[in-house]
C-alpha cells in the first residue's frame, strides 16, 4: 500500500485544516487507518484512527472534539479535518494503515508517507 499525505500548511492559532491521505496498491481490505504527528525532537505519536469496516473512530484526548477522522471509499482517501488548532498541534503529519488502537495504543501500524507538515502560529 501506497500512501501520500498532503494539505499541510501554516496557519494561526484557531484557525483549520484538512489532510488527506490517499491510498493505493493494495489488494486486500485495508482494516484500519491512522493518523500519527511528530514535533521536532519529539516521538511519533498517534492521534486518530478509523475502523474502515464499522466506521468507528478513535481519537487522543488532546485532539478529540477539534479533530475529524473520515473515509472517503470512492476515492479510497482519508482525511483529518482538524479545527481550533493550537500551537501544540505544529508537527508532521503522517498517515499509516493495518494497525488497531488498543486500549488506547496504537499498534502495528505500517506503510508510512511522506508526511505533511502543519504548523500553527
Known amino acids: 500500500v501506497q500512501l501520500v499525505e498532503s494539505g499541510g500548511g501554516s496557519v494561526d492559532a484557531g484557525g483549520s485544516l484538512r489532510l488527506s491521505c490517499a491510498a493505493s496498491?493494495?489488494?486486500?481490505?485495508?482494516?484500519?487507518m491512522g493518523w500519527y504527528r511528530q514535533g521536532i525532537g519529539e516521538e511519533r505519536e498517534g492521534v486518530a484512527a478509523i475502523y474502515t469496516g464499522s466506521g468507528g473512530t478513535y481519537y487522543i484526548p488532546s485532539v478529540k472534539g477539534r479533530f475529524t477522522i473520515s473515509l472517503d471509499d470512492a476515492d479510497n482517501t482519508v482525511y483529518l479535518t482538524m479545527d481550533r488548532l493550537k500551537p501544540d498541534d505544529t508537527a508532521m503529519y503522517y498517515c499509516?494503515?493495518?494497525?488497531?488502537?488498543?486500549?488506547?495504543?496504537?499498534?502495528?501500524?505500517?506503510?508510512w508517507g511522506q508526511g505533511t507538515q502543519v504548523t500553527v502560529s
Open positions: 499509516a494503515h493495518d494497525g488497531a488502537v488498543i486500549h488506547g495504543a496504537f499498534k502495528n501500524f505500517i506503510g
Open positions: 496498491g493494495y489488494s486486500s481490505i485495508v482494516n484500519c
